[in-house]
């Protein structure tokens, strides 16, 4: 086995996600944009795990990083409804990955990308979703649960559990150039709820 999740292993940890979502009492703030149309949906890293679950809907091709845990990631994401993920990051394979999500989006698809990842700083957006939007809308997606298992990672990475009231914030994020769109998401990160 050359590090893939064994397929009947991944489609039990979805299933067991996906009912794990449906306990979740979710308030929505904003518009998830019902046309996805070249979207880029972009959220916090520590925001990953119900964001991701919360938008499966969507049919986004993600950014997931070329590293051992994205594999796996990627696996468990096509099986919760994700379109196979875009492999690349920052700080491995970003230009090959970014060549392939500026063609998709051109073409109409909508992405997924963790704006501080794949290390941190937590709460600093790289440059690369503002780069990105120019197909279409750049969303950020802002989660906050209650109550939540938060892990002791770099980005302090939250778990809402089971029954858990999630808020779910969305606020599109206006600008012409990369740099306008890169300040707007550096405003809605700072923004308070």
Not at 3 to 26: C, D, H, N, Y
Not at 30 to 46: F, I, K, T, Y
Not at 80 to 97: F, L, M
Request: proline share 7%; hydrophobic share 45%; charged share 20%.
């Amino acid at each position: 086995m050359t590090g893939e999740i064994p397929s009947l292993i991944a489609s039990l940890v979805a299933w067991v996600l996906r009912l794990w979502r449906w306990t979740w009492r979710v308030q929505v703030t904003g518009d998830p944009l019902s046309d996805a149309s070249g979207l880029v949906l972009a959220c916090l890293h520590q925001d990953l795990a119900a964001a991701g679950l919360l938008n499966a809907h969507i049919r986004i091709r993600p950014l997931v990083s070329q590293s051992w845990d994205g594999e796996r990631l990627n696996a468990l994401l096509v099986r919760i409804g994700y379109g196979v993920g875009v492999r690349g990051s920052s700080s491995r394979g970003g230009p090959q990955a970014r060549q392939e999500l500026l063609a998709y989006l051109a073409s109409g698809g909508a992405t997924g990308i963790a704006v501080d990842g794949p290390r941190g700083p937590a709460k600093v957006p790289k440059p690369g979703a503002a780069h990105l939007a120019r197909h279409g809308p750049l969303v950020f997606v802002r989660v906050r649960a209650s109550p939540v298992l938060r892990l002791k990672s770099w980005d302090r990475a939250q778990i809402p559990l089971p029954f858990a009231t999630i808020k779910l914030r969305y606020e599109l994020i206006a600008g012409e150039t990369a740099e306008e769109r890169q300040a707007g998401l550096a405003r809605a990160i700072d923004a308070p709820w």
